[in-house]
């Protein structure tokens, strides 16, 4: 690959960013970085009804917290700006009138009922639907009366017949198409705005943009894009398209069967180099097996082993990789990681305890808070099983348990006061700290309560048989 790779990652802040699209952000920028090259983050928000700034700072805000820091774009800036495409209007205009005063393009005043009767008549007669070119050779004359008329015109790319679009997918391999497989399409919406044909495809060339990663949905778009290029006489990228990801239904991601947005899964704890871990072997084959860093990915990338078929998205996997990070975390780091969702007034020391006696019974962070009541309560809740333990190991024991308490809770006076080890042990004492079988390791455990609210639940239990 060469050093001078531009990738760009062009989503619609529309909603909240989904996995499908931050494995494209991520791949792209992988593809980019693996080379010393640039990604370019342009936003598509000419969609003004569903666009709006809080979308824009979401998605932005998103990329940051995955890692995914554009060398170009919004906030950065750049030499090819702007980079939203609201502020581009006046570039697509004038390759609209260049496009219309070399009759590359035309008006259309068809209406949308008027195109779907178009469409029907079209199945209904086995041929597959494309526009009819009703528009394609109006006079000016006519065109002038539907003007007059106070008919809106859409602006459409007249596509050349006769001839043959190929290009080499980075994933999908080689591509061909006949211009007669392709119906004019619009590329200037009744309302002045440019459509995504349009000025996706421009701005790709604009911003010099080499290489392109993005989902398989838009494969059929590409032989469209490369036409409207041919005839600005503009640069070409690379294309390569992503299969999409699916849930356990084999259907695409979606709220339906699950999906998570990564603003759910950056509240619910997770990182943002864990969920990268997962999404960089979706669709993507490698050999390396453990925890990468983002530079490390990079290194791996090779688009050679992207994959064609669907890839399914197992959250098992994202819990494994966020377990994986969570091991990595120092104690300073960790409690960093669990934070938002201690206690204000705990003590620096408390806060210490607390973390290192249950980060390895979590792994996404908000699952801390279920331990809080726990450490913390005045009333533990106990699980059934927990109390036959209790009930077997007999007053008697607590209450041996509870006298060899002193400054501190000793698991070896523990043991030697009340006469018992291995699970005898421990199954009823954990049961008698913390309502459970199973949960935090003694030692860490018994540090984090302090040994004044040791002595209290175990004599608690004492009295309670």
Known sequence: ?????????????TGELHLGNARTALF???????SAGRMI??????????????????????????????????KVGGP??????SERKKIYDSFFAELEASELAYPCFCTPLELDLSRRAQLAAGRPPRYAGTCRELTEAERADRRAKGLKAALRFRVPAGQRIEFSDLVHGLQITASEEIGDFIIRREDGTAAFFFSNAVDDALMAVTDVLRGDDH????????????????????????????????????KRNGALSVRELRERGYAGLALCNLLFRLGHSTGRNELLTLAGMAESFDATHLQRASAHLDPGQLRHWQGEWARSLGAVEAVQWLEPWLPAELTAAQRAAFVEAVRPNIVAGAEVQEWLPVFFGEHLACEPQALEAVKRAGAAFFAAAAG?????????????????????????????LTGRLHGPELAPLLQALGAARVRERLLAVSRSL
Request: glycine residues 8%; contains cysteine; negative net charge.
């Open 219 to 254: 494969l059929a778009n590409t032989p469209r894009q490369l036409l409207l290029l041919r005839a600005l006489e503009l640069p070409m990228p690379q294309y390569g398209h992503l299969a999409l990801l699916t849930g356990a239904d084999g259907a695409p991601l979606s």
């Open 404 to 432: 060899s308490v002193a400054e501190r809770a000793d698991l070896a006076l523990m043991r030697a006061a009340t006469g018992k080890g291995g699970a005898d042990f421990f199954m009823p004492v954990r049961a008698a």
């Open 28 to 34: 792209n920028w992988l593809l980019a970085h693996h």
């Open 41 to 74: 983050l342009r936003l598509e928000d000419t969609d003004a009804g569903r666009s709006d700034a809080a979308k824009t700072e979401a998605l932005q805000a998103d990329l940051e917290w995955l890692g995914l820091r554009w060398d170009e774009g919004p």
């Open 1 to 13: 690959m060469c050093a001078d790779i531009v990738t760009r990652f062009a989503p619609s802040p």
């Open 80 to 85: 090819a700006g702007p980079y939203l495409q």
